[in-house]
């Protein structure tokens, strides 16, 4: 079975979505997960490639002309504080991106709000053929890998799935079992992490 290497834009978070392009092209990946606003404080200007304009249009350029295809893209994350937890074009953009993932967190702390909140978002994307990714982390409202999947497999959405970083599994006190308790069905793919 071959399995596919994206780079992931944390990797070279100081690279904006067409260098990032780029320099997956030069290392030899096929596909990447891009970042559609830029993290303050990582040595990039601020960013948007979420609205038509050079960012985006310099990105699409880029992946014709490398033949680099676009995995996922992040950010998105559930705020208590903040009714709005899809900014606005994040959709449109993956989608004219050609993306087939994003990625969310909850920071909720009531999982029926995360429920409610995650299946808004998985019907929304639906309609861009986007599948929706929910990463688990201990710092969140959805701290384990069977938390994650409870909340999943609660939406009975098909575009729904579980995402694992290694380094957040690891951190939750994760071991292989746990995954093997999940439904394969729930995993599409995983993120791999040093840290």
């Not at 997960?33 to 985006?56: E, F, N, Q």
């Not at 990625?103 to 995650?118: C, G, I, K, N």
């Not at 009975?156 to 939750?172: G, W």
């Amino acid at each position: 079975m071959t399995r596919t290497l994206s780079l992931a834009h944390l990797t070279v978070l100081d690279t904006t979505p067409p260098e990032l392009v780029s320099v997956a092209a030069a290392a030899g990946f096929r596909t990447i997960g891009i970042r559609l606003t830029a993290t303050p404080s990582v040595g990039v200007p601020p960013y948007d490639c979420m609205s038509d304009g050079p960012m985006l249009r310099e990105t699409l350029a880029r992946l014709a002309d490398t033949g680099v295809s676009v995995l996922d893209t992040e950010f998105l994350r559930f705020e208590p504080d903040q009714p709005v937890g899809i900014p606005e074009g994040f959709l449109e953009a993956s989608a004219r991106l050609g993306a087939k993932n994003v990625l969310v967190m909850s920071a909720e702390p009531d999982e029926d709000r995360t429920l409610e909140r995650f299946c808004d978002l998985c019907d929304r994307a639906a309609r861009y053929g986007l599948q929706v990714c929910l990463e688990f982390a201990i710092y969140t409202g959805v701290r384990t890998i069977a938390h994650a999947a409870h909340v999943v497999a609660r939406s009975k959405r098909t575009n729904a799935s579980v995402l694992i970083d290694a380094l957040h599994f690891s951190r939750s006190g994760g071991l292989p079992a746990h995954v093997a308790a999940v439904d394969p069905a729930l995993l599409r793919y995983a993120q791999l992490c040093n840290a």
